[in-house]
């Protein structure tokens, strides 16, 4: 090999190195070096982020809220108001009372009152419980209940919609980590190529090759450099995946996290023989952005009944019972007619009816009631049109992807055909240099691409298991790394 054919192979590779860089931004420099190691598969990846994630539990949270919130409904239903009230306070002694009468005949004489005077003043206290049980609400109780109940479905939809966002975000991040690895091999492959071009050049210039000069050297000294800067950055973009990887599973700065995977390999993934009507179907059933629009028309209708219920009368029980005591006490009369406030005990119990008589207000109330229920049922429609174009999207996405990598291992495999061809006919004298060129930088783009092309497939794969809303659920059964079969 001539040294102006070395320079352009130099040329090449530097071509294909550049194609290896582009990638993520550089990581930021001055990182602690990591003490432990982590690995992690895919389903581990996606398992641990959906655990460890603020924004998945933030939105338990909210279900927790809204379950609290259905408790309090339900408790609702018996004795919705019970309640007991205290008052203290002075109380006045007796003045003008007749020697020898009974205390309980001292209302008869009509010479004895208060006395309000400091030193006849003593300590009285009223206590009194009531107790309140609705009989008939004419569907307000029972709307209200259903009404949280389905509030509860919403945010358990909402919780698994934030989970299927974290776990393809995980998986991609996963799977980012691996190319920019595949990459760094590449890299370092390529690099060899260097080296030996390298050697080539310096040894002809050492023999006295005419065909060789000092800008040969000069060149090659240059493309070198280049290449190294490269390097650099294929390096510094697999630590930023790293450190992507680490934040989206929320590990120590000094934890370092490796995935078992060696190699970057396509996820097996059988696509269903209905193809798009099997996934639209699918993703009708466990999406929660319709699970939490259908939960949110049910809530909605309750509501409706709940408003409407103003225009009935509501019938109730109620209860009280209240004890009046002053110490040192004062005489009580026994009678049926005659009480003191000041002692005793009284009760009350009785069935009640209460009547809105505001009947603008209710069908106003109503009416806001039933269009709060139509936007609901609109975005419902909404929602089941936008999960059928995410995974009639996803769907094709992944047919393309699933075509590309087919066609960059096809391409992948006549590049490798093609340099080894090279290569012998080369050590036999009987190939041309500028084909051998030609061949490295084939099978070395074809490789890059080829990495990128799986990359993109694994991606769509899981973007069409988050658009049918089974992702999570497949982490969970720990399903996903078992050849991803779609066929049930």
């Not at 130099?10 to 990638?23: C, F």
């Not at 005077?117 to 209200?144: C, D, H, K, N, Y």
């Not at 989206?248 to 023989?273: G, Y």
Request: aromatic content about 6%.
């Amino acid at each position: 090999m001539t040294a102006p054919s070395l320079v352009r192979l130099l040329g090449a590779v530097v071509l294909t190195a550049v194609l290896l860089g582009a990638g993520p931004a550089a990581a930021q420099p001055g990182a602690p070096a990591p003490m432990d190691t982590v690995q992690v598969d895919l389903t581990e990846t996606i398992l641990r982020a959906l655990e460890e994630s603020p924004e998945v539990d933030q939105r338990r949270a909210q279900k927790q809220f809204a379950t609290a919130r259905s408790d309090e409904a339900q408790a609702n239903r018996f004795l919705t108001d019970v309640s007991i009230n205290t008052a203290h306070s002075l109380a006045p002694g007796l003045d003008n009372v007749p020697e020898g009468i009974a205390g309980d005949e001292l209302y008869l004489q009509p010479g004895v009152t208060n006395d309000w005077s400091p030193r006849a003043l003593r300590p009285f206290s009223r206590f009194e419980i009531a107790v309140q049980q609705p009989l008939w609400t004419w569907g307000e109780l029972s709307g209200s209940i259903s009404a949280a109940r389905r509030g509860v479905d919403v945010e358990a939809a909402r919780v698994e919609q934030k989970a299927l966002e974290v776990a393809v975000r995980a998986g991609e991040t996963y799977y980012g980590l691996l190319l920019t690895k595949a990459l760094d091999r590449l890299a370092d492959r390529t690099q060899e190529v260097i080296d030996r071009a390298k050697r080539e050049i310096n040894r002809l210039l050492d023999e006295g090759d005419e065909g060789v000069s000092q800008s040969d050297l000069f060149q090659t000294r240059l493309t070198e450099e280049e290449t190294r800067r490269r390097a650099v950055e294929v390096e510094q973009n697999r630590k930023t995946a790293r450190s992507a990887l680490r934040r989206q599973l929320f590990l120590s700065d000094r934890v370092r996290v490796q995935p078992k995977a060696d190699e970057l390999r396509p996820l097996s993934f059988a696509i269903h023989p209905d193809s798009l009507d099997h996934y639209t179907q699918r993703a009708l059933q466990n999406r929660p952005e319709v699970q939490q629009a259908e939960a949110g028309v049910k809530a909605r209708r309750a509501l409706v009944d709940v408003a409407r219920s103003d225009y009935y009368p509501k019938v109730g029980l109620r209860a009280t019972l209240s004890q009046s005591v002053t110490l040192p006490e004062r005489p009580n009369p026994d009678n049926a007619f005659i009480g003191d406030s000041f002692m005793g005990t009284g009760t009350r119990t009785g069935i009640g009816v209460q009547q809105n008589l505001n009947f603008g207000q209710t069908r106003a109330q109503v009416e806001q009631a039933k269009a709060e229920l139509n936007a609901v049922q609109y975005q419902r429609t909404a929602a089941e049109q936008l999960v059928r174009f995410e995974v009639e999207e996803a769907y094709r996405s992944l047919l393309t992807a699933q075509a590309a990598v087919e066609s960059r291992d096809r391409s992948t495999t006549i590049a490798g055909e093609w340099l080894r061809t090279e290569q012998v006919n080369f050590d036999l004298d009987l190939g041309d240099t500028e084909d051998l060129i030609k061949a490295v930088r084939a099978d070395l783009e074809a490789r890059a691409q080829y990495l990128r092309a799986v990359r993109q497939y694994n991606g769509a794969v899981l973007d069409l298991l988050r658009a049918t809303g089974t992702l999570a659920d497949r982490a969970r059964s720990g399903t996903l790394l078992d050849a991803v079969d779609d066929q049930e």
